[in-house]
């Protein structure tokens, strides 16, 4: 069935490596289905507390804090990069308070 061994290690190998990468490809295609159901949520603001900037898929979170660190998550130019790199886990809507009447103008 087998040449070698090492033929059989090398396939158990790659399925190890495919089962991996396809984790992270349904964890992408997660967010982006994450992200849509988030734009039609309003988020509820209140003086003092931040502002959502984005809306991360577990997966995604604990895959990135355990290969770099979980610290990177507290750095800002990490969070801008890779918001510009994933556009769906942005928090895009922009709040703005409304007194009275808005008719269209």
Request: glycine fraction near 8%; charge should be neutral; proline fraction near 2%.
């Amino acid at each position: 069935m087998f040449e070698s061994e090492q033929e059989l290690v090398d396939l158990i190998c790659q399925d190890i490596q495919a089962g991996w990468h396809a984790q992270d490809i349904l964890a992408y295609r997660e967010q982006a289905r994450v992200a849509k159901a988030t734009q039609r949520l309003d988020a509820i603001h209140m003086d003092g507390v931040g502002q959502l900037e984005m809306s991360i898929d577990p997966y995604i979170y604990h895959s990135w804090g355990r290969k770099y660190g979980y610290e990177i998550w507290g750095d800002k130019e990490f969070k801008r990069q890779f918001m510009r790199d994933n556009p769906e886990v942005r928090r895009n809507t922009k709040r703005e308070n409304r007194v009275g009447y808005t008719g269209n103008k």
